[in-house]
């Protein structure tokens, strides 16, 4: 392999790729990015098993290869590099790369290309597109909800429903649940039922640029999401997601409409003198004010919020960091809150967007 | 205590003198900020013992008094608080503030006041005036050179030797030297002889803004700095520094001038393939070129580097983290660096600057 790039689109690939690459893969190969010359580009790709990311850029291909360099090396140097040709120049006997810029070279050791895994980027006729900008409102307002290294692995991950032209997409940790429904054109016959892992949509929105429009093609098993020149590839989650349309209250004893800063503030404020392990807060709604309220070994707090209330009054408490989650997720300047009951979920949705809601499961306070 | 304070002013204050708050001091109350409401103005104060800090803003005094309260939590509660006059009310009884804002309160469990150490602001006729501009030159031409946590207390300090009207300022840890000299406008009968803990003027340029001028008052064994509202006041080290003067070569064998960010970028790509304990390059100079050079088991690195030469060549290695503090210190877009062989210290110093320095020991490398 003899390969000359730009600097800026070398690192701008490395960067892209490097997300997939895992750190503490048992496999010493996944810690590297592999590199193949061919038809005037370069193709980088890592994987870590699950996920895979494949991202290619121009380049004068002097002689065709392949090369895998360790991720932490290669990444951190480009991204050093003097902004000049690159020439990548690999050594057979060795089996390390030289990285040439100006009068200065650099050499790192590497693995044997062949060994890397097999990179199939997978084919179907499952297919619709997403414009960048709604994935990564999906991540914003539904990945929160998602469970990490749950033992169930559903919960980690996230529903896409497709159905009817609409697209639903659901992530619960089973102490909190988001949902959001959206019309997607020229997708009325397709039928799709898919749980995406929540580090997948996660990562994926970091590395397509926010003006693209994805490409999204669905196996039995993997799903390929693919941009201009970055191709990312991830299995699915197997398993039943749970049914939460059974979950989602259908009425309420208690509507309130309220400033979500305000809510967000105050719950921020309160839960400062909560224990780290458990920060609860109180609720209680009286004649149009909303009191937030903490007492703890440290001290006591008393917020008042005015709130627009319809219903009964009620008592309910939350867990601080679930519920400031749930709000910097709403988007909305003001929300609607509906309660049942101090033991069943409450329900909040921006004000103006019915497309949109978040459950939250109050904690059981002791006495009460 | 009863007293109301604008919300932006508090947070200055407290975030001042939360610098001087040591959290893990064994005794509870110095993780505490002292409030004293007086004379129209709120006075806040935090030690360490080895260092403290006083800084006052205007209030409207209801009642005066004191309370002293957990840094941790009035911190992040005043930085949380809406931009609204803010009451602090001293329960007498249980010893804790209510912080009262809008329709909201918090209370906050404090330490008795009168348990506070005692915080006398030294005084005295030896007493010069620095600018906050040269000062925060200083910490970051001279304090990068100084220890941390050496069995040697001197060498965390920084020697201020002010006499004839000249202020010296130098820092070692024993494998580098920072030296700088200053004239000082009326400060010629003035002899001071002084090691300042590194930490006090790291903290120091934190809390005074820049364009502020910054009076300084030695004692004994205490140093004052004080700008508009704000006192910090440190211990002196005690010891003895060592004779500087001795160590920095008043001759050299080669003397090469070069750019410091070809220096400082090629040293930094060189030290990749290192290992983090031992992040040693070599260098050699050789007709006008300066080589750096790397040999790991990751790889090698080769760097050229154009130089003006003057002298014998030299072969030399350093340990690339600490030439690269060095480099980032000089403040100037050429350095000369003169050698006098490869065990004895390098000298580099900006091109155009005759008063400032830094000495950097070698590395003796096996077999050389």
Redesign the interface.
């Known amino acids: 392999m003899r390969v000359v790039a730009a600097k800026e689109q070398l690192l701008n690939a490395v960067q892209i790729v490097q997300r997939a690459v895992s750190v503490r893969n048992p496999l010493p190969i996944l810690s590297g990015i592999r590199f193949e010359a061919v038809d005037n580009k370069i193709f980088l790709t890592a994987t870590d098993l699950d996920m895979g990311i494949r991202c290619s850029l121009a380049a004068e291909v002097i002689e065709p290869g392949a090369a895998v360099l360790?991720a932490r090396?290669i990444s951190?140097?480009v991204r050093?590099?003097?902004d000049v040709p690159v020439l990548l120049r690999a050594e057979t006997v060795t089996g390390?790369v030289t990285i040439q810029y100006?009068?200065?070279?650099?050499?790192?050791?590497g693995y044997p290309a062949e060994e890397f895994p097999d990179f199939p980027i997978p084919s179907g006729d499952l297919t619709f597109d997403l414009p960048a900008e709604v994935l990564r409102g999906l991540v914003r307002q539904i990945v929160f909800a998602a469970a990490n290294n749950e033992n169930r692995p559903v919960f980690n991950g996230v529903l896409f429903e497709l159905h009817d032209g609409y697209l639903q997409v659901i992530a619960t940790d089973t102490y909190r649940l988001a949902w959001r429904r959206l019309p997607l054109e020229n997708c009325e016959k397709i039928d799709i039922n898919i749980i995406i892992p929540g580090k997948t949509l996660t990562e994926l929105v970091k590395v397509i640029e926010p003006e693209k429009v994805v490409n999204i093609t669905v196996t039995e098993n993997q799903i390929l999401f693919k941009a201009d020149d970055t191709c990312l590839i991830s299995r699915l989650i197997d398993g039943q997601f749970p049914n939460y349309k059974q979950v989602i209250p259908q009425e309420h004893l208690t509507r309130i409409r309220l400033k979500t800063k305000e809510l967000a503030?105050?719950t921020?404020?309160a839960s400062?003198?909560t224990k780290d392990g458990s920060p609860i807060v109180k609720m209680s709604l009286e004649q149009n004010t909303l009191i937030i309220s903490v007492n703890t070994?440290?001290?006591?707090?008393?917020?008042?919020i005015p709130v627009f209330q319809e219903g009964e009054p009620f008592q309910v408490a939350f867990n601080a960091r679930y519920l400031g989650d749930v709000l910097k997720a709403m988007g909305s300047e003001e929300i609607i809150m509906e309660l049942t009951g101090p033991l069943s979920p409450g329900v909040l949705r921006p004000v103006d967007d019915q497309e949109y809601l978040s459950l939250l499961l109050p904690v059981r306070l002791r006495g009460v």
Chains 1, 2 share one sequence.
């Open positions: 360790p090396y951190e140097l050093r590099l003097p390390s100006g009068q200065s070279e650099t050499s790192i050791n503030e105050a921020e404020r400062l003198l070994e440290a001290g006591r707090v008393h917020e008042e």
